[in-house]
């Protein structure tokens, strides 16, 4: 069992940067792939950025790449996003998912355990 809280989300300009954290509970976090995903008002969740259980491998949708980091510290239990050059378009909900099977998959319905959320907006 694995729980996941995310913060770090609130309102930015175009432009700007936030690092969002996701820090899980359990002693099996480091065995685990992590993601985030992010929702917006009206669409379906879609894939962010994942790290494979070292977190030697990452993995990022083609509408962050270049701009989104992930990163883990397995000691920690936490998983991050920095989020450098916002757009309007990342406006959404973000959500950390824990994924037990594989080492990537951008198909939200593969993971385990999923965080509350925490808001983003960019404004233009």
């Known amino acids: 069992q694995v729980q996941l809280v995310e913060s770090g989300g609130g309102l930015v300009q175009t432009g700007g940067s936030l690092r969002l954290s996701c820090s899980g509970s359990?002693?099996?976090?480091?065995?685990?792939?992590m993601a985030w995903f992010r929702q917006a008002p009206e669409k379906e969740r879609e894939f962010v950025a994942a790290?494979?259980?070292?977190?030697?491998?990452?993995y990022y949708s083609d509408s962050v790449k270049g701009r989104f980091t992930i990163s883990r510290d397995n000691a920690g239990n936490t998983v991050y996003l920095q989020m450098n050059s916002l757009k309007p378009e990342d406006t959404a909900v973000y959500y950390c998912g824990a994924d037990a099977d594989s080492d990537y998959d951008p198909d939200p319905d593969e993971y385990d355990y999923w965080g509350q959320g925490t808001q983003v907006t960019v404004s233009s």
């Open positions: 790290a494979s259980w070292s977190g030697g491998r990452t």
């Open positions: 359990g002693r099996t976090f480091a065995s685990y792939t």
